[in-house]
Nanobody, 122 residues
Framework: QVQLVESGGGLVQAGGSLRLSCAIS????????MGWFRQAPGKERELVAG????????YYADSVKGRFTISRDNARNTVYLQMNSLKPEDTAVYYC???????????????WGQGTQVTVSS
């Protein structure tokens, strides 16, 4: 059974930083591209960032380019999202996702985490 468990969400002031982590219980983590999605109240879930299985290619939504950084540690079965210069519009539930098409960065999820809340106050 595949489990994705996010952590690191919370409340932060505008301009601040947070680092999200997603630990994956899967034997073949290297076979998966990984991504972070977010969903704000009343809005559709959107892809924020994606990373290929080797970590050598990435994708970022225009709204987070230059502020967010996705990375992965294949030895630890963990993917990260470093979020800097946070804005109130970044407030959302953030979801980790795994994609078996391992070269993808426009992630099409096969598995989802349960989500972690990020709230940015103005």
């Amino acid at each position: 059974q595949v489990q994705l468990v996010e952590s690191g969400g919370g409340l932060v002031q505008a301009g601040g930083s947070l680092r999200l982590s997603c630990a994956i219980s899967i034997r073949t983590f290297n076979n998966y591209a990984m991504g972070w999605f977010r969903q704000a109240p009343g809005k559709e879930r959107e892809l924020v960032a994606g990373i290929s299985w080797r970590g050598d290619t990435t994708y970022y939504a225009d709204s987070v380019k230059g502020r967010f950084t996705i990375s992965r540690d294949n030895a630890r079965n963990t993917v990260y999202l470093q979020m800097n210069s946070l804005k109130p519009e970044d407030t959302a539930v953030y979801y980790c996702a795994a994609d078996s098409r391992r070269y993808n960065t426009r992630i099409i999820p096969d598995y989802w985490g349960q989500g972690t809340q990020v709230t940015v106050s103005s």
